[in-house]
């Protein structure tokens, strides 16, 4: 499954349904939170960005079964975390992205990130096995 919105984030929006502490129950996304809660425990992973960070989740308490990853990094580098939800991996203040490479046995998640000196660093941020 793929949105713009994440469902859970450590970025400085929030997870969905608390997005930016705002007044109105649309503006906190409240309507994402619904929609991708429809696929918890029917879609293996939810792919997100709009978070200037690199984030993966495990699945989460309320969200059984889903795995949510967050790419928002390639254009953008947002500050660090301000929640404290678990994360598998999670990058904040570089430029990057997730590669995702999907075999029969397995889907794994991929992040690539850039230093200030310019190297690049590939490393696994996850991997979800059929069951």
Not at 23 to 42: E, I, M, N, S
Not at 63 to 88: H, I, L, N, Q, Y
Request: charged content about 20%; some cysteine; hydrophobic content about 45%.
């Amino acid at each position: 499954m793929l949105g713009h919105h994440p469902l859970f984030s450590n970025g400085k929006h929030g997870d969905a349904g608390e997005y930016d502490d705002l007044p109105l129950t649309f503006q906190k996304g409240g309507a994402v939170r619904d929609l991708y809660g429809a696929a918890c425990g029917v879609a293996d992973v939810i792919l997100s960005g709009h978070v200037h960070a690199l984030e993966v989740f495990a699945p989460q308490p309320g969200c059984a079964g889903m795995w949510t990853a967050v790419s928002g990094a390639a254009g953008e580098v947002g500050d660090g975390p301000v929640g404290v939800r678990p994360a598998a991996f999670a990058a904040y203040g570089q430029p990057g992205f997730l590669r995702l490479e999907i075999t029969p046995d397995a889907l794994t998640v991929w992040a690539y990130t850039v230093a200030e000196d310019g190297v690049v660093t590939a490393r696994e941020a996850a991997r979800l096995r059929r069951g």
